[in-house]
């Protein structure tokens, strides 16, 4: 997560998404950080038949003038059919004012079947007395092979299912040999955003296995 503890501020500003068959932009959020930069986040999901690398684009527009430009990767570098990721696009030294933002994402097609056999086991959320919202889970490498670099990913909604917030961690420990356990832990280290949160969602990352250079764009 970004906040640290501190409060973003809700911007008001209309979006346009370009939209592809292959993908769905299927929620965004926008804010201002305390220490001026914008964060764009949101959540895609592939409509393909096929395995996807995908960027995100973001422009901050005032009228026709392009006040920022910011691009992404999502949190999962390779999205199978049907998965979701979330994304996060920072806006560094916007200086100008704008009153709109436009979303286009772009996608590559891997033949790289990503590892897929970490489980989560169990999860739970609790808020701690600073008024965060943490959830704690323990996972599982379900097969007899050693798995490195393991990053779990949550993606927290408030009502109507919109994207509020986002966090990415290493789980510990972040290397796992075959058929071992660990935990995870995630936070939205806001007290107005924790209060907002209706329900989270979770996924996991790991490169095992894989060489990310191969995508065909």
């Not at 640290?4 to 008001?12: A, R």
């Not at 965004?28 to 684009?57: D, F, T």
């Not at 007899?144 to 994207?163: H, S, T």
Request: glycine share 6%.
């Amino acid at each position: 997560m970004w906040f640290d503890n501190k409060d973003p501020e809700f911007l008001d500003a209309s979006s346009e998404t370009v939209p592809i068959p292959e993908l769905d932009i299927v929620s965004h959020r926008i804010y201002r950080h305390p220490s001026g930069m914008i964060y764009l986040i949101g959540e895609v999901k592939n409509r393909h038949e096929c395995n996807l690398s995908v960027e995100v684009n973001a422009y901050l527009l005032e009228g026709e003038q392009v006040r920022g430009f910011g691009w992404a990767s999502t949190l999962i570098p390779i999205l199978i059919p049907g998965q979701k990721s979330p994304f996060r696009v920072i806006f560094h030294n916007v200086k100008d004012s704008f009153n709109r933002y436009s979303i286009r994402v772009k996608f590559g097609v891997t033949k790289q079947n990503p590892f897929r056999e970490i489980k989560i086991l169990e999860h739970c959320f609790y808020v701690d007395d600073s008024g965060c919202f943490i959830v704690y889970g323990r996972l599982k490498n379900i097969s007899q092979n050693r798995v490195d670099l393991v990053k779990v990913i949550g993606a927290f909604y408030e009502k109507d299912n919109n994207i509020l917030a986002l966090d990415i961690k290493p789980s510990k420990p972040e290397s796992f040999e075959a058929y071992q356990e660990g935990d995870f832990r995630l936070t939205v280290p806001s007290r107005l955003l924790s209060a907002m949160v209706k329900s989270y969602s979770l996924d996991f990352w790991t490169p095992t296995g894989l060489s990310l250079f191969s995508i065909k764009w």
